[in-house]
């Protein structure tokens, strides 16, 4: 990032906290667009105010044997029925982490740990930066990864999944339930169930499903999945693990023994509580409106924008849409949309500012040049129409402007 950038984003941000009001949608600065809800969530209000509550009353350690401490506690024990109840699991099958990134370290190394002698660990191509990077490790430790492909629309193959994954050599599944990149959505309830015939564990990278798509662990019988709070309006720092009963799992991580011995740390009350609080928003909200309103939108862009393509189909996230534009850049797109007051990505937030390609692009079959051609499209249920009228308005002008350039 050159030098004058820096300097106006650090002048942005003394500017705008003297400018975002209290009732301003999101807290954006006036006239700001923000369609990348994939990346994070804005916080809603009402795990804002579930956060204040328990940093108030119950701030105290949830480990001590005293009153402060116990009600702490408390706050601990309603989350865990709260992510039970929502999820058709048990209170005591969750285990809460500082996020998806140690939920997802968590449960692959923890499974592999239990299960040293089948090292055969079966992915796709599709996976977040995280399980690709953890799996890579095992990798260097002589796991033999084996690596499923995407299809056209972005999703893998339960087929091929299946066909991979043998009892008496595979360790575990790991998989991504929704693409963070693409929105496609694969087919894990079948997956689930085969495997849990035959007793392979299936860990689902479930990051971007709550408050998008149904999310039931007793209708989808993964033995784990994890979650991050930000990506459904919790505060950042706080993800959580499921680890169904009886799942051959060791803690991965030295350390205390909070979380009934599955994990050390001193809990975080206020984010874990603010966490269910938004969890049991998100899973009741009505998102009937998000599939036609992504569709038109990507209809019209295609309509109106020469050399424009939608990346995926089939099953996806309703409010996910992956863009292609001949001839562009994404980072220079990105960039002057972001001058122009409107927040897009992309691909994942965990590779911005780097020059590789995406992998997950790259498996779908795009060249690497398409792969940096390709915007993500994300939003939320404080988006309106009119967000995206505005972007489409946008891509209109910009995209035969930076070709032109």
């Known amino acids: 990032m050159g030098t004058s950038r820096?300097?106006?984003?650090?002048?942005?941000?003394?500017?705008?906290?003297?400018?975002?009001?209290?009732?301003?949608?999101?807290?954006?600065?006036?006239?700001?667009?923000?369609l990348d809800w994939n990346?994070?969530?804005?916080?809603?209000?009402?795990?804002?105010?579930a956060w204040l509550e328990a940093g108030a009353v119950g701030w105290a350690n949830a480990n001590s044997l005293h009153r402060e401490g116990r009600i702490a506690a408390e706050f601990l024990t309603r989350a865990r029925e709260t992510f039970a109840s929502t999820t058709g699991t048990s209170p005591g099958e969750w285990v809460f982490t500082s996020g998806a990134t140690e939920s997802i370290h968590a449960a692959i190394l923890g499974c592999a740990a239990a299960r040293p002698t089948r090292r055969r660990i079966v992915t796709s191509l599709g996976e977040h930066a995280v399980v690709r990077s953890v799996l890579a490790g095992l990798e260097g430790q002589g796991w033999e990864i084996v690596r499923v492909g995407l299809g056209p629309d972005g999703a893998w193959s339960a087929q091929e999944v299946l066909d991979a994954s043998h009892p008496e050599t595979t360790g575990m599944v790991s998989l991504i339930w929704a693409s963070n990149e693409t929105g496609a959505v694969s087919e894990v309830e079948e997956v689930a169930k085969e495997l849990r015939r035959r007793r392979i564990p299936l860990h689902l990278d479930a990051v971007q499903v709550p408050g998008r798509i149904p999310f039931g662990l007793s209708v989808v019988p993964a033995t784990f999945a994890s979650l991050s709070g930000h990506k459904f309006g919790a505060p950042k720092g706080v993800g959580a693990l499921f680890i169904r009963r009886a799942a051959p799992w060791t803690r991965w991580m030295a350390g205390g023994e909070q979380e009934r011995g599955r994990r050390g740390g001193t809990s975080?009350?206020?984010?874990?509580?603010?966490?269910?609080?938004?969890?049991?928003?998100?899973?009741?909200?009505?998102?009937?409106?998000?599939?036609?309103?992504?569709?038109?939108?990507?209809?019209?862009?295609?309509?109106?924008?020469?050399?424009?393509?939608?990346?995926?189909?089939?099953?996806?996230?309703?409010?996910?849409?992956?863009?292609?534009?001949?001839?562009?850049?994404?980072?220079?797109?990105?960039?002057?949309?972001?001058?122009?007051?409107?927040?897009?990505?992309?691909?994942?937030?965990?590779?911005?500012?780097?020059?590789?390609?995406?992998?997950?692009?790259?498996?779908?079959?795009?060249?690497?040049?398409?792969?940096?051609?390709?915007?993500?499209v994300s939003f939320g249920d404080g988006t309106i129409p009119s967000d995206l009228d505005l972007l489409l308005d946008r891509l209109v002008q910009e995209v035969p402007a930076l070709r032109g350039s």
Not at 42 to 49: G, K
Not at 289 to 298: C, G, M, Q, V, Y
Request: charged share 20%; aromatic share 4%; glycine share 12%.
């Open 39 to 49: 990346a994070t969530a804005p916080l809603r209000a009402s795990a804002r105010e």
């Open 268 to 376: 975080n009350v206020a984010g874990i509580h603010s966490m269910a609080t938004a969890l049991a928003e998100a899973v009741v909200a009505d998102v009937s409106a998000w599939n036609p309103l992504r569709d038109d939108f990507e209809s019209r862009v295609l309509a109106r924008v020469p050399g424009s393509h939608r990346v995926g189909g089939g099953v996806r996230l309703p409010q996910t849409s992956a863009l292609r534009f001949d001839g562009v850049e994404s980072s220079a797109l990105l960039l002057r949309l972001d001058d122009l007051g409107i927040a897009v990505s992309s691909g994942s937030a965990c590779t911005s500012g780097r020059t590789d390609p995406s992998p997950v692009l790259l498996g779908m079959g795009l060249t690497s040049g398409q792969a940096h051609q390709t915007i993500r």
């Open 6 to 34: 820096q300097g106006k984003i650090t002048g942005c941000i003394l500017v705008v906290m003297g400018k975002i009001s209290e009732g301003a949608r999101f807290g954006l600065e006036p006239g700001r667009i923000y």
